[in-house]
């Protein structure tokens, strides 16, 4: 069964720090482009940040460039999500997912289509409220 599973989440007052991780089963992550969409509440899903399984390349949307740090630990199967300065816009549920080897050609991370994912996390909530 394919699962990926994500733990990390929680409540951080601004300029906190938090650490997302995704951990797969049922299937080899580093065949896989992956990353995280976040949703704000009463907004669409929206790309955040990516890695890919080709080179290696990390990808960020605008909003969280210099914040944010993806990386991926194909022995463990487990790819992570690093937030640091951490803002109240930040505030969203986050989800992991995995794709095909490519990403879509977009302008902005943010833009990638939440189609262009094969599976999915459960969703993690992240807070950052004083």
């Known amino acids: 069964q394919v699962q990926l599973v994500e733990s990390g989440g929680g409540l951080v007052q601004p300029g906190g720090s938090l650490r997302l991780s995704c951990a797969a089963s049922?299937?080899?992550?580093?065949?896989?482009?992956i990353g995280w969409f976040r949703q704000a509440p009463g907004r669409e899903r929206e790309g955040c940040s990516f890695?890919?399984?080709?080179?290696?390349?990390?990808y960020y949307a605008d909003s969280v460039k210099g914040r944010f740090t993806i990386s991926r630990d194909n022995a463990k199967n487990t790819v992570y999500l690093q937030m640091n300065s951490l803002k109240p816009e930040d505030t969203a549920v986050y989800f992991c997912a995995a794709g095909p080897r490519h990403l879509p050609n977009v302008v902005n991370i943010q833009s990638v289509p939440p189609n262009w994912s094969d599976y999915w996390g459960q969703g993690n909530q992240v807070t950052v409220s004083s």
């Open positions: 890695i890919s399984t080709i080179d290696g390349s990390t």
């Open positions: 049922g299937f080899t992550l580093g065949r896989h482009t």
